[in-house]
């Protein structure tokens, strides 16, 4: 089981196919089994050399328990050491929630890393330092209520509310996740100035998978002119949930974008 150790904390990575090269990074619950579980290893492992990791904090990476440690910035740092760990130059970056946060200000600041960004449902069309941003509030109350009601209820109600109908395997697998770590993330990102703001500077192709439950038109309409250049799909019928697991949706359309690279 491979891992590469930066400043401390151990981060779990596996490398599976060949081809050309992605690195598929998760959000703010789950770890690297949800890419296995909502098949897009099976799916784009015969095209394409996958890089999977254990983001810090989840599945079998270390879990610092320090606020400071769970800035964004430590986060691509630890994306980039997986990377030099792998002898792995320039990748494509897929995201998923706050996984795509992670991709842009890496894609920012290390623009020669990141041949592009596919972001699926976790880009804003606000900063989180915004205090109108209703992210930025919306973290901070989720980081409380999951240290006092736990995440597999709080992972329940959401997905009630998305009207989730994806595999259950999904749902498990974010629960699985140490409540403090989510709570930790959530809190200390409200500290980036981000995403709205890089997005408009991001020099790298970019694709928003957006699920049409998760922002208003006017919001997706708001991103894409954020970034002209970018290519923005809209993920029909389905809530943030919905959009990871709705694979039959979501490789069409990242096939679709590789192709034009």
């Known amino acids: 089981m491979p891992f590469v150790t930066r400043n401390g904390v151990k981060i779990h990575y596996e490398v599976e196919g060949d081809g050309s090269t992605l690195l598929l990074h998760a959000g703010a619950a789950g770890d690297l089994e949800s890419w296995r579980l909502a098949g897009y290893v099976d799916a784009l492992r015969p095209e394409h050399q996958l890089i999977l990791m254990d983001h810090r904090g989840h599945g079998t990476s270390d879990k610092p328990r320090g606020p400071m440690a769970h800035r964004i910035e430590e986060y691509h740092d630890d994306v980039r050491a997986v990377l030099d760990a792998v002898g792995c130059d320039r990748v494509v970056f897929v995201g998923y929630s706050d996984g795509s946060k992670v991709g842009a200000t890496l894609a920012e600041s290390n623009p020669g890393r990141i041949f592009a960004l596919i972001d699926i449902d976790g880009l804003e069309p606000r900063d989180l330092t915004d205090p109108m941003s209703r992210d930025r509030q919306q973290r901070y109350d989720l ?17 009630k509310i998305q009207d989730y109908r994806g595999p259950e395997s999904f749902l498990e697998n974010l629960a699985a996740t140490d409540p403090e770590m989510f709570a930790l993330e959530l809190e200390e990102w409200r500290q980036w100035n981000g995403p709205a703001s890089v997005l408009r ?60 690279l």
């Open 201 to 260: 500077r991001l020099r790298v192709p970019v694709l928003l998978l957006q699920a049409e439950r998760s922002y208003s038109k006017e919001d997706r309409d708001a991103m894409q002119k954020m970034n002209p250049r970018s290519k923005s799909r809209l993920l029909a019928g389905v809530g943030h949930f919905g959009a990871f697991t709705s694979v039959n949706l979501v490789i069409p359309l990242l096939r679709e974008f590789l192709s034009t």
């Open 143 to 159: 980081a409380q209520l999951v240290r006092q009601r736990g995440l597999t209820d709080v992972l329940q109600v959401a997905a």
